[in-house]
């Protein structure tokens, strides 16, 4: 492989644009913004082209729906075949209900952990093995709900247990979905939050994939989960405080961290510290 290679997902607008864009400065490579909608994507593309001379000849566009399977197994497949490696991978791909949408909560939870959580883990099942050595793994993640607004503690125990798997964590999530369905969660100890339930759910396999990569120390691969704070995008209503570009700097830094690096390794980061996220 001669090229090096970062993927952001869900990079047509937002914070995800605002990643691309950064990465263009300092990132030696090719960058593929990848979005759900061709057309939109190469929209985004050509108004990067246009505004960063940077991206002119570093930015591309793949098609990639998190939510199925063909199209991240088209994205695994165009990867390996073209440049057979993978150097940063930000999975920045998300959905969130609006707070005054009606479509029944229990279908909310399901649709936004399929999307947040689910679909993130199958990017990362197809993606994780063309992971070259010293590469960087960035889950954007949220600090809107953080562990502790879980009330059951062995729920909350279950998820940061040493032994903990990715399978044990989709299961808690797959019981929070089916809990929302009866409209029983909240009496469960879970948060009503569809959002926020996917995202502890993805903070924390987060760590147990850092747990994994450290079984080949040698090889230096490094994951983090990250909040980029509370930002002036879409998802947001646009009531956010922070501009897509202030949201981008938590999540490039992390691409960024020097070689064998000690720390952040498997942490919940925000504005460029390690947040506590565990009880």
């Known amino acids: 492989m001669t090229d090096k290679v970062a993927i952001v997902t869900g990079g047509n607008?937002?914070?995800?644009y605002a990643i691309v864009d950064k990465l263009c400065s300092i990132f030696d490579g090719i960058i593929y913004l990848t979005a759900r909608d061709e057309e939109l994507g190469l929209k985004a593309v050509q108004q990067l082209q246009e505004s960063?001379?940077?991206?002119?000849?570093?930015?591309?566009?793949?098609?990639?729906?998190?939510?199925?399977v063909e199209s991240i197994r088209r994205l695994a497949d165009y990867i390996k075949k073209t440049h057979n490696g993978l150097n940063i991978l930000i999975n920045n791909a998300a959905i969130a209900f609006k707070a005054n949408d009606?479509?029944?909560?229990g279908d909310q939870a399901e649709i936004t952990a399929q999307t947040n959580f689910f679909g993130t883990i199958n990017v990362c099942n197809a993606l994780f093995p063309l992971l070259q050595d010293h590469a960087r793994v960035v889950n954007i993640s949220s600090r809107y709900k953080m562990l502790d607004s879980i009330k059951n503690a062995e729920i909350r125990q279950n998820l940061i247990a040493p032994d903990a798997t990715i399978e044990s964590v989709s299961d808690i999530l797959s019981d929070f979905i089916k809990k929302a369905k009866q409209n029983s969660h909240e009496d469960d100890g879970y948060p009503a939050s569809a959002y926020?339930?996917?995202k502890i759910a993805l903070t924390a396999a987060?760590?147990?994939q850092q747990r994994i990569f450290d079984d080949k120390p040698h090889r230096d691969i490094v994951v983090n989960a990250c909040c980029p704070g509370y930002i002036n995008t879409d998802m947001t209503s646009n009531k956010g405080t922070g501009t897509p570009e202030q949201g981008a700097d938590t999540p490039v830094y992390l691409t960024t961290l020097e070689p064998n690096v000690k720390s952040p390794r498997g942490e919940f980061v925000a504005e460029r510290k390690i947040v506590k996220w565990k009880c």
């Open 52 to 68: 960063n001379s940077d991206a002119k000849n570093k930015v591309k566009f793949h098609q990639l729906d998190i939510t199925n």
């Open 196 to 198: 926020g339930m996917s």
């Open 13 to 16: 607008k937002g914070i995800g």
């Open 206 to 208: 987060t760590i147990i």
């Open 102 to 105: 009606v479509t029944p909560f």
